[in-house]
């Protein structure tokens, strides 16, 4: 039911672009209730996730 979820986070994070998918990500990683919100209902393929391991020589 809606009414019962707790709606409390501890940071909001404004728009689902590169620099938003980050920082949300990060506080999540950080244990931190964290909320993003987005005006589209999805991102653009481009700013989806890739594996690490593409990185991994970095």
Partial sequence: ???DRDTTYQVVVV?????GLITANLLGQESRKTLL???????????MAKQ??????L
């Fill in 15 to 19: 728009g689902g672009g590169p620099t």
């Fill in 1 to 3: 039911m809606v009414g």
């Fill in 37 to 47: 919100v987005e005006r589209h209902e999805t991102t653009r393929p481009q700013f």
């Fill in 52 to 57: 690490r391991s593409a990185y991994s020589g």
